[in-house]
């Protein structure tokens, strides 16, 4: 019996490229420049990290790229040779209380704002805008004035204390949030607030209950913004904090003494520090970049 003969097979289709992808070229080149930026970028941290499991003497003397031994002392040396535990304690109750009340301040202020026409609506929106074109420097010798001259007066020991520090921290945290809030308000449509007033809510319930819960990204990314900001200051909290008040930020210059500077402790310490907020950054990350874009669009 003769054998069937095989047709032969047909070729396999080619890939075409669709006429609006970019060429390879430049799928190349965006390869080579974010590797090279992702090398910048973790370099610092790399360096931080090499230099915090040396011994001083080996971080004094030239940079080498591998310790040539590794220890953890300096992680446990950070806690004795500064009171980092106090700092530490200072900066989480300044930063948290700074936090919440730029957060609770701005949500009234910003539903205010957003909801209701009112005189002075305008001048008042202008006015929190504006103050965003200052420097910090230029508000720290009359606060500084300010906070004496109530101390003398009342009694009250604003310099040198966290409440001091944590109205300082209001001055420039508060008008970025109230301002973002506005527009993440807008963004919300007020169908909302009606159909809960007309289920019987009030304005306070209306707020608390439909559109605080809508707003919840854009809280979340005022809230982040605020305790970074006092988290890592150092202007105001060098001249408006005294030996008991002082924050992480200030107090990691001491470990730079007369004699010497504890390079590795240096480091151990800012990464020690660093932990809370960039633990925080990656659990509310989704939060924050919708907070971000999601008011920018009405």
Avoid: H
Avoid at 18 to 31: I, N, V
Avoid at 161 to 184: C, E, K, N, V
């Amino acid at each position: 019996m003769a054998s069937a003969t095989k047709a032969p097979a047909a070729p396999a289709p080619v890939a075409r490229r669709s006429p609006l992808a970019p060429p390879r070229s430049f799928l190349w080149l965006r390869r080579v420049f974010l590797t090279l930026l992702t090398g910048f970028v973790l370099l610092p941290v790399y360096v931080m990290v090499s230099s915090s499991l040396k011994p001083l003497q080996d971080v004094a003397g030239s940079f080498r790229w591998l310790p040539s031994s590794v220890t953890f002392r300096p992680y446990v040396d950070i806690w004795t040779t500064v009171p980092l535990a106090d700092y530490f304690l200072n900066s989480l109750i300044v930063a948290g209380a700074a936090t919440v009340c730029s957060v609770v301040i701005a949500v009234f202020a910003a539903y205010a704002v957003s909801r209701y026409r009112f005189r002075g609506k305008r001048v008042f929106t202008v006015t929190v805008l504006s103050t965003q074109m200052f420097p910090g420097i230029l508000f720290l010798l009359p606060l500084f004035l300010i906070y004496v001259n109530i101390g003398n007066a009342t009694g009250i020991a604003l310099f040198g204390s966290r409440a001091g520090l944590i109205l300082t921290y209001l001055t420039f945290s508060l008008p970025f949030s109230i301002w973002m809030l506005i527009g993440y308000f807008d963004s919300v449509p007020k169908e909302l607030d009606e159909a809960a007033l007309v289920d019987g809510c009030g304005p306070l319930g209306a707020l608390f209950r439909v559109v605080v819960p809508a707003a919840i990204p854009g809280i979340v990314a005022v809230a982040v913004y605020a305790f970074m900001t006092a988290w890592g200051e150092v202007l105001f909290a060098s001249v408006m904090t005294n030996d008991t008040t002082r924050t992480l930020a200030v107090g990691l210059q001491g470990y730079a003494t007369q004699n010497d500077v504890y390079w590795n402790q240096v480091m151990a310490a800012s990464l020690v520090v660093s932990v809370p907020v960039v633990a925080g950054f990656l659990l509310l990350q989704r939060y924050l970049v919708a907070g971000l874009t999601a008011g920018a669009v009405k």
